[in-house]
Every structure is written in structure tokens, then in C-alpha cells.
């Protein structure tokens, strides 16, 4: 098989088993203080991805520019969670989805910005269908007034976390490319869970939080599953997905998680209405006419080093 079709697998992968992390989220928020769930989900990670890594002896030699560089990435992953749950409480949801579903766009902006992508007709287009596909999806699952247009705090929050994660994965791609996708996922998750650890002490400290827990059996089994699996395993898929696909490509992807969500809903014998289907086809389509400029070599991911 072609890179490029692992690269696919890898995205779909990803996002799917992102997807089921979800439902557990919900449940543990509902006993965990969103500052807390952050760093342990992704400590959860760092420490079971690490322990894979070590096992395999497949983590290059560290050096400080390498340390800064895993520092950087798990910063920018760290604060972008933390902007996105600050954003969610004052931000209306399918505002939240929508912003979420420019991802794509960003990237493709952030690389043209740095030099990393090359934009052409076609790569715009499959950006678009992915956006109209997220969006259409999203309003195939919701139905409101015009408070949905009302933009503000919440908003802005939300953006800025898109921003940034698309930033931490260029990073990650760009400037730890010696590492295996698997010993990538593991740095950046574990500086993640570094970065964003003092932030919830301290505000609990200073009485700005009241950082409420539980340990009971189903919370800690719930967040074992959403930091080993729903962090974990799809920072891995992703890593590889970004590696082979390039990062606006592979964003792609993230818009068919309200698809994925569909599909459980499916299963579990919701109804499902032909705008949500519909939504999903013109991800796919986006996805697919995006990657038709590799094979003319008109649009790839540029080589070197930089965000």
C-alpha cells in the first residue's frame, strides 16, 4: 500500500478512536474539574506510550535544542486543551464545532505563512468541501436560533486553541522528525501533562478553581480509557497520519468525528438523518480532491525544518 493510503487509514483511525473518548469525557466532567482531567489524561498517556517507547529503546538521544523543541510542541498542546475547555463554557457548541471544523483552513494558512505548503486550486477546494462537510454535519445534529451567530470570549478561546493545535502538531512533525510517531506522541503528551499540571495547582492554590475529583471505580476506569486510549493510541494514529499526509490533509480527518459520532449513534439504534450522511461525503470528497495535487507534485509538504 501507498503512503498515502496508510496516511488515510492512519487519519480514520484516529479520529475514530478520538471519538470514543467523547462519552467518557462527559462522564468524568461531571465529577472532575475540567483543570484536573487535562493534565491527567495526558500524563496517563505520557507514562503508557513512554513505557512502549522504552521498551522498544526507540527515543532518540536528548538535546537541549530537542528538549525545547518537546517542550514547545507539549506547551502549545497543553494550553490549546486548556483554551478549548475555558472556551466551551462561554461559547455556544455548534459555534464550538464550527470553529473546530476550520481546522483545515488554519493549516493551510499557518503553512502558507511559514512556507511549509504551497496552496493551489484544488487544495482550496477540498479545504472547503472538509469545512462545508463539518458544518453540515454538525447542523444535520442541531437545531437553535440566531444566538448561533452571537460570537464573543468563549469564541475567540476556541480559535486560538484551534490555532495552537495546529501549531503543536507542525512542531511535532517538523522539528521532532527523528522520532518514531509512537516516541512523538509520548514527549509531547508527557511535556503536555507538565505544562498544564502547575497551571490547575496553582489556581487551585490561589482558591481561583475549586479542583473537585473522584476516585471511585467507573471515574478513574473512564479516565484511564480517555488518557491511554482516547490521548493515547490516537496521538499515534495522528502523528503518523500528519507525517505521511502533511498537516492540512490530515486535519481533514478531524472533521469527519461528528460523522464517526453519527455512526455510533447508529449503533446504538438512534435515528440518523441524510444531512449528517451528507456531511460526512463531503468530507470524504474534500479529503480525496485535496490529495489528487500529490500525485502532480503541485502541492506537498515542503522539506526542512520550522513550524
Not at 5 to 11: D, F, I, S
Not at 117 to 134: D, H, K, N, Q, S
Not at 167 to 181: E, K, P, Q
Request: charged letters at 10%.
Amino acid at each position: 500500500m501507498s503512503s498515502r493510503l496508510y496516511g488515510n487509514l492512519a487519519g480514520v483511525f484516529s479520529m475514530l478512536v478520538w471519538s470514543t473518548g467523547l462519552p467518557a469525557a462527559a462522564e468524568v466532567l461531571k465529577t472532575w474539574h475540567p483543570l484536573l482531567v487535562m493534565p491527567v489524561r495526558m500524563a496517563l498517556a505520557g507514562v503508557v506510550l513512554s513505557l512502549v517507547v522504552l521498551a522498544w529503546n526507540s527515543l532518540p538521544r536528548l538535546t537541549l535544542q530537542l528538549g525545547k523543541d518537546i517542550m514547545l510542541a507539549g506547551s502549545a498542546m497543553g494550553i490549546s486543551g486548556l483554551f478549548l475547555v475555558w472556551g466551551q463554557a462561554f461559547a455556544h457548541p455548534v459555534n464550538v464545532a464550527i470553529i473546530v471544523a476550520s481546522m483545515p483552513a488554519i493549516s493551510a494558512a499557518v503553512g502558507m505563512l511559514t512556507g511549509r505548503e504551497r496552496l493551489t486550486v484544488t487544495i482550496a477546494l477540498g479545504v472547503a468541501l472538509a469545512m462545508a462537510g463539518g458544518i453540515v454535519t454538525i447542523a444535520g445534529r442541531e437545531h437553535g436560533g440566531p444566538e448561533r451567530v452571537a460570537l464573543g470570549l468563549g469564541e475567540l478561546l476556541v480559535f486560538i486553541s484551534t490555532v495552537l493545535f495546529v501549531l503543536f502538531t507542525r512542531i511535532s512533525v517538523d522539528r521532532l522528525g527523528n522520532m518514531s510517531d509512537l516516541a512523538r506522541a509520548a514527549v509531547t503528551t508527557t511535556a503536555s501533562s507538565l505544562v498544564t499540571a502547575p497551571i490547575a495547582v496553582i489556581a487551585g492554590l490561589l482558591g481561583l478553581a475549586e479542583l473537585n475529583y473522584a476516585l471511585d471505580a467507573k471515574s478513574v476506569g473512564l479516565l484511564v480509557w480517555l488518557g491511554c486510549i482516547g490521548i493515547g493510541l490516537s496521538s499515534v494514529f495522528w502523528m503518523a497520519a500528519c507525517r505521511m499526509l502533511g498537516v492540512t490533509v490530515a486535519s481533514m480527518h478531524n472533521n469527519m468525528i461528528p460523522f464517526y459520532t453519527m455512526l455510533f449513534a447508529l449503533l446504538l439504534g438512534q435515528a440518523v438523518s441524510l444531512v449528517q450522511a451528507l456531511g460526512g461525503v463531503l468530507v470524504i470528497c474534500g479529503a480525496v480532491l485535496a490529495q489528487l495535487q500529490f500525485r502532480s507534485l503541485k502541492f506537498r509538504p515542503k522539506g526542512g525544518q520550522g513550524v
